[in-house]
DNA sequence: TGCCAGGCCGGGT
DNA sequence: ACCCGGCATGGC
């Protein structure tokens, strides 16, 4: 293998990915991701979540345990229509809710509804049977595995970008499955580490470097703006 | 008040 | 292979 395309400045990543790992954890602390009480309700907030606050997810989450449905078997039951009026907080309540149907219908269909079931699967075919599913795309597929099936998978998100983009540590036209190949190869494998990494970036992301403020002004980061 | 949030799909070029 | 519109609520 060459260099990685998409490395943008002549680092080595592997040392500055851990430095920022290092600060970022120093920073805030471990997270505790993910904020949920099962492998299969962390499969239905990563549908849920998707280009949603996490308030509004945890509404729609919280309605559905208080009506007793967050079960594979209940979901598989409870019609299209009713699903999408409980989980109406989250927004785009029609395309979640048939998302969810059909997460659930490969769910029971092939692993006896259990989600313990998906870790006899290697990390690549069952991501590649994830992101068959109508709904679930590369960020749903990635967090399932590795914050449901502690698989050790890096997820990328929003944050992900616009944080290592603004630092200059990649090119604005790299791909998801690229930038998440970037921090794989250049980190340990192992799922503490990306589980912390990635709920760390969402963190700091969330605090300074949203879209609306296009600088990092007091970023714990911004040290690594110039290397 | 308008903009954004832990994306994804389908159709058009 | 990109590019874009649509999907939708609730918080700041």
């Not at 079960?71 to 699903?83: G, N, T």
Request: proline fraction near 4%; hydrophobic fraction near 35%.
């Amino acid at each position: 293998m060459g260099k990685n395309r998409e490395m943008k400045k002549s680092v080595h990543l592997e040392e500055v990915l851990k430095k920022i790992y290092d600060k970022l954890f120093a920073t805030f602390g471990p997270q505790g991701w993910w904020p949920a009480s099962s492998p299969f309700e962390v499969a239905i907030g990563a549908i849920l979540t998707q280009n949603t606050n996490w308030k509004n997810v945890e509404k729609a989450i919280n309605n559905l345990k208080k009506h007793n449905l967050l079960s594979p078997k209940k979901l598989k039951e409870i019609d299209e229509k009713k699903l999408s009026i409980l989980i109406k907080s989250a927004g785009y309540y029609n395309q979640k809710a048939k998302k969810i149907k059909e997460f659930v219908k490969f769910l029971v269909e092939n692993y006896n509804g259990k989600m313990e079931e998906m870790k006899k699967e290697n990390p690549e075919d069952l991501r590649e049977k994830l992101l068959s599913i109508k709904g679930i795309g590369r960020e749903s597929a990635d967090s399932i595995l590795l914050y449901a099936l502690d698989m050790p998978v890096f997820v990328v998100d929003a944050y992900t970008y616009r944080i290592m983009l603004r630092h200059g540590l990649i090119y604005e036209d790299i791909t998801y499955d690229e930038l998440k190949e970037l921090f794989e190869k250049n980190l340990p494998h192992d799922v503490k580490i990306f589980n912390e990494y990635h709920a760390l970036l969402v963190k700091v992301g969330k605090e300074f470097c949203k879209k609306s403020v296009p600088k990092c002004n007091g970023c714990p980061l911004e040290e690594f703006l110039e290397k």
